[in-house]
């Protein structure tokens, strides 16, 4: 039989870093790196590593480490352990989180989530966004694998947002959104980007929103209605001739007034995250939802 031409995988189970962190298994290899559970043997608690080969082209792991080590600190993020490297790969080690929204999601019965989950994550979603675009980033691919809940007892109802491969400055030296470059390559996820980010713009903080804001009518619909649609020019045009409000029909009432903020903002506005989060919370009033409900994958 002809030889298959697949990747080994960067690490072994078994195989320890630094004396210290017992790989387990994948978890998953991702766009650019492969992620392993690893027992921490000084603390023993179980961790997560991010691995990413010396020899790939595109390193990213830089990025990630400098964003993660910012974030620090603030709610939504995985705790930085250690960074390092040695002849064959990078590797970060982050506190290890449970499965994620997309895992979730198609794990329901109708791969969709209650309105009352959905508002719930989405509080969280756009804090966790917040939190990024404060600390002069944008995340750039805003997508449901790119968060996950907690694992622990006191961690499980809390989202966590991973993957800043992409990230990207938004902030100037004195504190003013930078100046966009007229073309960029598209970085991201063809499904959840922006109209804006199809048409290779800079993109700014309020392609960060759009994302969400696909992510959350696919939690609630349970499909977006490109999903099958591979080519990326193909799902831009398609974007750009659908009615974004034929959406709000399936939505609760408070996701008009979130479309209408998002479709109003350009490139170097800053998104009213507490105006997003308060049209949570109304939805959340006007339902009668608890903050402390179980998600649907609790009950
Ligand atoms: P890539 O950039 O290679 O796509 P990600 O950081 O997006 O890698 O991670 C890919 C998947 O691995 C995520 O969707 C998630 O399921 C899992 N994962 C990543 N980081 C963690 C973590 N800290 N804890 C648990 N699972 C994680």
Redesign the pocket.
């Known amino acids: 039989m002809a030889s298959v031409d697949r990747k080994e995988d960067i690490i072994q189970p078994g195989f320890i870093i630094r004396e210290r962190w017992k790989v387990r298994k994948k ?9 392993y ?1 690893a027992l921490d043997m000084l603390t023993e608690e179980q961790i ?1 590593l ?1 691995v990413e080969s010396t020899l790939q082209q595109k390193q ?1 792991l830089k990025m990630e480490v400098a964003v993660l080590k910012k974030l620090q600190g603030k709610d939504h993020v ?1 705790k930085f352990i250690a960074c390092g490297r040695n002849d064959r790969f990078n590797y970060i080690a ?7 929204l ?2 979730l999601r198609r794990a329901q019965p109708r791969a969709c989530f209650t309105i009352s989950t959905t508002i719930r994550l989405a509080l969280q979603l756009i804090s966790a966004i917040e939190a990024i675009h404060s600390v002069g980033f944008l995340h750039r691919d805003i997508k449901p ?2 968060f ?1 809940m907690g694992r622990l007892m006191n961690t499980q109802k809390t989202v ?1 947002m ?2 800043f ?1 992409l990230a990207r400055q938004w902030v100037g030296n004195s504190g003013e959104v930078r100046q966009p470059r007229n073309v960029v390559g598209f970085r991201g996820t063809v499904r959840y980007a922006s109209i804006s980010a199809h048409k290779n713009k800079e993109m700014g903080r309020v392609d960060d929103m759009w994302s969400l804001f696909y992510m959350l009518v696919e939690f609630i619909i349970g499909q977006l209605p490109w999903r099958k649609i591979k080519d990326k020019e193909q799902v831009g045009i398609m974007k750009e001739k659908y009615d974004h409000k034929s959406f709000l029909k399936y939505l609760p009432s408070q996701f008009h007034p979130f479309l209408s903020h998002i479709t109003s903002l350009n490139y170097s506005d800053t998104p009213d995250y507490s105006f997003l989060r308060g049209l949570m919370y109304q939805g959340m009033n006007a339902r009668g939802i608890k903050d402390d409900d179980p998600f649907d994958w609790e009950k």
Do not use: H, T
């Open positions: 978890l998953g290899g991702g766009g650019f790196g492969e992620i559970e997560a991010k990213v995985c982050m506190s290890l989180q449970g499965r994620n997309a895992e694998s790119n996950a966590y991973l993957d491969g």
